[in-house]
C-alpha cells in the first residue's frame, strides 16, 4: 500500500483530535522509513525485514513510547502504535512481505491487479479523510482546499496504479 497509509494516519486524527498529524504519518510510514534507511546502509541486504511482525512490533513499542513521552497521552500513544501495526496489515493485502526474517512471505499481493489496488487504497484514503475532516473547524470542512487535498491524494495514488500497471517492477532494496 502507498497513499492508503496516509487514510490511515488521517482517521486517527479525526479520532483523536490531540494526537499530532506528524507523529500519526510518521507511525503510518515508519516501516517503509526503516527499509529506506536499511537499504542505504546495506544495499542489496533486505528483503523487506522492516515489515516482518517482530519489527513492526519492535517499531511500535518505540514510537508507543515516544510518542507518550512527546504527548503525555496514553491514547494517542496507544493511537500510534495500532498505526504503525495498520501498515504491515494493509501491505498483506497489497503486497506480499515476510513474517519474520528468513521467514516465509504473506500477502494477496493486489499490486498484481492495479485497479484492485487503486479503487482499495482510494477506498482507505477517503474514508481516512472523512473520519480527519471532523478534527477541521467547520468553516474548514467543505472548502476546496479541504477536497482538493483528498484529491492530491488520491491523484497520486492513481499515478502509483499506472506505475504498477504499466512499468517493470525493480528490486525495492538493490
Not at 494516519?9 to 510510514?29: D, M, S, Y
Not at 481516512?128 to 472548502?143: A, D, H, K, N
Amino acid at each position: 500500500m502507498y497513499v492508503g497509509h496516509l487514510g490511515v494516519a488521517l482517521a486517527g486524527k479525526g479520532w483523536r483530535r490531540e494526537a499530532p498529524l506528524w507523529l500519526l504519518v510518521l507511525a503510518t510510514q515508519g516501516c517503509d522509513w526503516v527499509q529506506v534507511v536499511a537499504c542505504m546502509a546495506a544495499p542489496g541486504s533486505s528483503p523487506m525485514w522492516s515489515h516482518s511482525i517482530a519489527a513492526v512490533l519492535a517499531l511500535a513499542t518505540v514510537l508507543l513510547l515516544g510518542s507518550y513521552g512527546v504527548t503525555r497521552n496514553r491514547q494517542v500513544a496507544l493511537l500510534t502504535a495500532a498505526v504503525v501495526v495498520s501498515h504491515v496489515l494493509l501491505d498483506y493485502v497489497t503486497g506480499v512481505k515476510p513474517t519474520w526474517p528468513g521467514g516465509p512471505m504473506i500477502g494477496l499481493n493486489l499490486y498484481d491487479h492495479p485497479i484492485a489496488d487503486f479503487a482499495l487504497e482510494t477506498a482507505v484514503v477517503c474514508a481516512g479523510w472523512l473520519v480527519y475532516r471532523r478534527s477541521l473547524p467547520l468553516e474548514v470542512r467543505g472548502t476546496r482546499l479541504a477536497w482538493l487535498f483528498v484529491l492530491a491524494l488520491v491523484g497520486i495514488q492513481l499515478l502509483g496504479a499506472f506505475d504498477l500497471a504499466f512499468l517493470p517492477r525493480v528490486p525495492k532494496c538493490v
